[in-house]
């Protein structure tokens, strides 16, 4: 499980630098408490995509595999970070609203073929089988994620409407 | 090999945690009493994790407000309140900064802050309405960001009911559009109280933008009423908006402090908590095989 936890070290790491400018221990150590919730909600989506294709004795080296697919997000969330802090914040919406978001996409493929293979070799899924759990584990943990960090209303039309706002707002 | 480098990763991360620490000191409240009113410093559009895009929780943004010198703070979660009674408990179990429960609605129309509020006000109505639901439980309405696509949803009736407007933010410190925008919303109507707010979701430092409020009592209530009553001052880069008597009565006493917080892109220990950080955590991602 190193992996996972070094995913949420990363973020508690993250939200110190972004709001205080340094790596605080009053935010690191309580931030990385929190933000724990990516690594889970990313986990839990594993085992409901992998079912009973993990077996039990297994399931925690598999965890710890799988995030081996989360390298490419953790460097760029890193990279961001890095260039958010270093810059006055008057370019921070132009960059988080254009390099951002082309970054965003070129992760997103990177990240989904290292977990293609995952799905490929330690589950020994088929190609359309690979792809369609790459895209089911992508859609539980994106939902969960986004829903815990922004949408109040908990519903299907709930998460719609503040994804569409928030493409509008953008 | 391996255990050289996992001591070289943790030497550095630790070395990083050390220094930003050091680096991270508390700034002191300016509050102070001037002609019998509190002059409080405050942020009155602050979110906080989760379901309101921001980073910090609701415990972590009190303590940063704190850390900041702010006296008090509105916490406007979207469209909800229960994250801002939490921040509000949890900052009376630690003795202040003033926690107001807030709201910030959202609708595709507009986006208005509502302050001492019990209960969740509904955006999917017309905004005089909403702030009529605002005032019914002795609250307060404040135009949030109101640049040109939501000044539409202020119609005469909106702009009657009002209290506030946003008109010091920190892109419009940097951005001359932003500013002229919000001046002229603001200049709609003498009934407006100035209001300088970062609209925080976690990035940078909380109270970048603040609000200077003169309450006759250094509580809820007495911010509430000072801002119903345009008892606040909010300096912009190279200019101040406001009650005109306060800024007098606040000039006679020395004035107000009002260059915009340091940000900590190039203060020293900060900096180098910042590099140490990134290549500690970049090695261990990298070491670790992803």
Request: charged residues 20%.
């Amino acid at each position: 499980m190193r992996r996972p936890l070094l995913v949420a070290v990363v973020l508690g790491s993250m939200v110190s630098m972004l709001a205080s400018g340094a790596l605080t221990a009053r935010i690191v150590l309580s931030a990385t408490t929190y933000w724990t919730f990516v690594p889970i909600a990313e986990a839990l989506a594993l085992l409901v995509v992998a079912g009973r294709r993990l077996e039990r004795g297994s399931r925690s080296a598999a965890i710890d595999t799988f995030f081996a697919g989360h390298g490419p997000w953790t460097l760029f969330m890193i990279a961001v970070t890095g260039v958010l802090t270093f810059v006055s914040p008057a370019l921070w919406w132009t960059l988080l609203t254009g390099a951002l978001i082309v970054g965003m996409a070129i992760v997103m493929l990177w990240s989904a073929s290292i977990d293609f293979w995952f799905f490929r070799t330690a589950l020994s899924a088929s190609r359309a089988g690979a792809i369609r759990d790459v895209l089911l584990h992508r859609l539980l943990t994106w939902t969960a994620v986004f829903a815990i960090f922004a949408v109040e209303t908990w519903t299907p039309g709930g998460i719609v409407r503040e994804l569409v706002e928030s493409f509008k707002e953008m | 090999m391996r255990h050289f480098r996992t001591i070289a990763v943790g030497g550095c991360f630790l070395a990083a945690l050390v220094a930003g620490t050091m680096s991270d000191r508390p700034k002191a409240s300016v509050s102070r009493e001037i002609g019998g009113y509190h002059v409080l410093s405050a942020d009155l559009h602050v979110h906080s994790f989760p379901i309101s895009w921001s980073t910090l929780s609701a415990w972590d943004t009190v303590l940063e407000a704190r850390h900041q010198g702010l006296d008090a703070i509105v916490m406007t979660p979207h469209n909800h309140v229960w994250v801002a009674k939490l921040g509000r408990w949890f900052s009376h179990i630690i003795g202040g900064p003033l926690v107001l429960v807030g709201e910030e609605l959202t609708s595709s129309r507009y986006h208005m802050i509502a302050v001492g509020i019990s209960t969740a006000v509904s955006s999917r109505q017309p905004a005089a309405r909403a702030i009529d639901d605002v005032h019914r439980q002795g609250g307060i309405a404040i135009a949030a960001h109101p640049y040109a696509p939501f000044q539409p949803a202020y119609d005469a009736e909106a702009m009657q009911r009002l209290d506030g407007s946003e008109v010091v933010r920190p892109e419009s410190q940097h951005d001359d559009r932003a500013a002229s925008e919000l001046r002229e919303f603001f200049e709609r109507s003498p009934r407006l109280a100035a209001i300088g707010a970062t609209d925080y979701h976690g990035l940078g430092p909380l109270g970048y933008s603040r609000t200077y409020i003169f309450a006759r009592e250094r509580t809820e209530q007495g911010v509430i009423d000072a801002v119903r009553e345009r008892r606040t001052v909010a300096y912009d880069r190279d200019g101040v908006y406001g009650d005109r008597d306060m800024l007098a009565l606040a000039s006679a006493n020395g004035g107000l402090p009002h260059d915009a917080p340091d940000l900590p892109i190039f203060a020293g220990l900060a900096v180098f908590s910042r590099i140490a950080a990134l290549i500690a955590l970049s090695a261990a991602v990298l070491f670790n095989r992803w």
